[in-house]
């Protein structure tokens, strides 16, 4: 008898930034293990199909670029081939039709910008935790003319295809089907024999009613138990499936679909990839089954008739986790309820801001924040003393899907045609509770956090041309990197290390700032920040200085008290989203005697000294961040200035840019040109 074919399919799905972590592997841990498996297909010739989530692949990209290189040679093989799905990993039910467009669009673009595979090439997707319903999951999926791709099948769960009663588990087909499932062995113990166990029509891909014309491919559960396999006796039990799969209906396909860390033995699984490698050594020499392309196989049989599919997830995610079927015991949990509403509301300024034609690109990188906001939405994990409870790296992504709001404010300033004058605005930009400064000119736009360390978290620099619109692009700040547990925003992570932003002066980098003095004028506004933290740096000042149509920032730091160090970090992401887009192969490390720089081939932004105030440079002092190359000026004593710009240098630029601010930023503040928190301030 023909032995029967078995595709694979690996799902890629981290979100962390590096390496570092306290409680996890890193990003080199996990790349590697990818590869290993990949490279393992590769040489044996075993076709696999891969699905990789956008924030993981972006921090290969930055931080492993060898790797990212190894795997498009993977993808090149002809071996390996990709599937779809979303950017984020969002739970597609629980997000709007626009939404979920969104999230398939992004993932199209960084497969063709990352990876370099067409997206025309994508006929399969991943659904999410593989959490289905046909109305909300169907259209997008099939919407060509919103994400340039009409995907022909999705990878469902084998158990989807039985029906619930009246919409309930209990007494239904699919607690039936669950019957006979492998989802104790792991507690219970393997069975001895597993001939019978598998219900051969549930391998068969079918056409979902009213889907659009999508095909599901069934996943087989029984798999999932078995492969690893973690002893001899389990090869034997596949061989059992293999032979009981023969007798199937035509076109019928074991389908082994799971985690790409679990076969790695990496993030948290125990060690697989030995198990994983012997185990396809067996596969190339078994008679039972057969390995073969999930596309190509697909693409040559005819689905089975249309069933109906009601809204289902996998068997462990609905009922040993306790998410229910259709997810809604997480989703509705009012636990979650706030960062719901939250996420909603962002959103939805995100549309208006796209409505009311802000810059695209900076509406884009918004979009980027509020994709990963629903990462894994509401997923929930064990809790101390027992129970689940939403997980504390789901709040926090969450909760960071409002770093788009100060993306958004920048978005209308730069899109703004009348003339910016200087401008000092005291605003709760991101709607967390705390205000932050927003300092404004016709060229840049910052926001600083007197919270957190007096940092600069964005910063942007708008060019003006009579014959285009203006053009705005980022320079300092990396939101849509990993936020590990931290939910603050603003915030510099210090495990890992990210987010530094600019100006955080080393020892105060998460010291609480008053804002001091704040002088506006039609040619220039100045800034003061105060350390106010209890402490040998308080009373430490910041003051910022910037001119109408100027694009650089001159800062002035000093103590008032006894001298000290006055090391001073800038975190430069110059055009933050193609960063994102590209990884490090369009970004280089510039510098001359008294500046530092990064360079894109949309911008350059540098960061510049006076040698004549025996400060120096320091670059890369952290190289682990993400999106972000990282440098300092390094002063001592009470006194140390630096100017943060765009555009041309050399090593004249800092002296001059110093010099020419000196009588401005040092100077008492006039008349009615002083303010104090709440407070607008503008140059007429």
């Not at 592997?25 to 590769?42: P, R």
């Not at 972006?58 to 498009?72: D, K, Q, S, V």
């Not at 991101?430 to 956090?449: I, K, Q, T, W």
């Amino acid at each position: 008898m023909t032995a029967a074919p078995i595709a694979f399919v690996h799902h890629a799905n981290q979100f962390l930034i590096t390496d570092g972590y306290a409680d996890r592997d890193g990003i080199s841990t996990i790349a590697a293990g990818y590869d290993a498996v990949l490279s393992l297909h590769v040489e044996l010739g075993v076709p696999a199909s891969l699905h990789m989530s956008g924030p993981v692949l972006e921090a290969i990209a930055w931080h492993r670029p060898a790797l990212l290189a190894r795997l498009r040679q993977h993808l090149a093989s002809g071996v390996v081939t990709l599937i779809g799905g979303t950017y984020g990993e969002n739970v597609m039910p629980l997000a709007s039709p626009r939404h979920n467009r969104r999230q398939l669009r992004a993932f199209h673009e960084l497969a063709e910008d990352l990876l370099e595979v067409p997206r025309r090439r994508l006929k399969t997707a991943w659904v999410p935790e593989r959490v289905w319903a046909t109305a909300s999951c169907a259209p997008p999926l099939r919407d060509a003319a919103a994400t340039g791709v009409r995907y022909q099948r999705v990878l469902l769960d084998d158990r989807l295809s039985h029906p619930l009663r009246e919409g309930r588990y209990p007494g239904s087909a699919r607690e039936a089907f669950d019957a006979d499932g492998p989802y104790r062995w792991h507690s219970d113990g393997f069975p001895a024999s597993v001939h019978g166990r598998l219900h051969r029509p549930s391998l068969r891909p079918y056409r979902i009613a009213e889907g659009q014309g999508l095909v599901a491919v069934p996943i087989a559960s029984h798999l999932r138990y078995l492969v690893p396999p973690h002893d001899p006796g389990h090869l034997r039990l596949l061989t059992e499936l293999g032979e009981d799969a023969q007798q199937a209906p035509e076109g019928s396909l074991l389908v082994f679909a799971d985690d790409l860390e679990r076969v790695a033995g990496v993030a948290g699984w125990e060690q697989g990839l030995e198990r994983y490698a012997r185990f396809l050594r067996w596969l190339t020499h078994s008679h039972a089954v057969r390995p073969v392309a999930l596309d190509d196989w697909c693409g040559r049989i005819d689905p089975a008739p249309e069933l109906p599919v009601e809204a289902g997830t996998y068997y462990e995610l609905a009922h040993q986790h306790g998410a229910g079927e259709n997810y809604a015991r997480w989703a509705d949990d009012p636990r979650w309820r706030p960062h719901a509403d939250r996420l909603d509301h962002v959103e939805a300024t995100l549309e208006q801001a796209e409505n009311d034609g802000a810059d695209p690109t900076l509406c884009a990188l918004a979009e980027r924040l509020v994709l990963l906001g629903r990462h894994e939405t509401a997923w929930q994990d064990p809790g101390t003393e027992g129970g689940r409870s939403p997980a504390p790296w789901a709040r926090a992504t969450a909760v960071h899907a409002a770093d788009a709001l100060p993306v958004l404010a920048a978005a209308r300033w730069a899109a703004d045609p009348s003339p910016h004058g200087p401008r000092v605005l005291v605003t709760d930009v991101d709607e967390d509770g705390g205000e932050e400064v927003v300092l404004s000119s016709d060229r840049l736009f910052a926001v600083l956090s007197p919270r957190h360390g007096g940092r600069l978290s964005l910063l942007v620099r708008r060019d003006t041309h009579t014959s285009a619109a203006p053009c705005a692009v980022m320079l300092v700040g990396n939101p849509a990197d990993h936020w590990n547990f931290q939910a603050e925003l603003h915030q510099h992570m210090r495990t890992p290390p990210n987010h530094p932003g600019a100006l955080a002066v080393l020892g105060t980098e998460t010291h609480r700032h008053e804002l001091g003095r704040v002088t506006v004028t039609p040619a220039a506004a100045v800034v003061e920040l105060i350390d106010v933290e209890p402490g040998p740096d308080r009373g430490l000042t910041k003051q910022m200085l910037l001119t109408a149509d100027g694009t650089a920032l001159v800062v002035c730091v000093r103590r008032s008290g006894l001298p000290g160090e006055l090391r001073t970090t800038v975190a430069l992401s110059p055009d933050y989203p193609g960063l994102l887009r590209a990884g490090r192969r369009h970004t280089s490390l510039r510098q001359g005697r008294t500046w530092w720089g990064a360079s894109t081939p949309m911008i350059d932004a540098w960061v510049a000294h006076d040698p004549a105030e025996h400060t120096g440079q320091l670059v890369a002092t952290s190289p682990a961040t993400g999106h972000a190359l990282v440098g300092a000026v390094d002063g001592c004593g009470r006194h140390l200035h630096l100017v943060l710009g765009t555009g041309p240098v050399d090593d004249s630029t800092g002296a001059a840019h110093i010099a020419a601010a000196d009588a401005r930023l040092h100077a008492a503040a006039p008349a009615g040109q002083t303010t104090t928190m709440p407070a607008t301030v503008g140059a007429g």
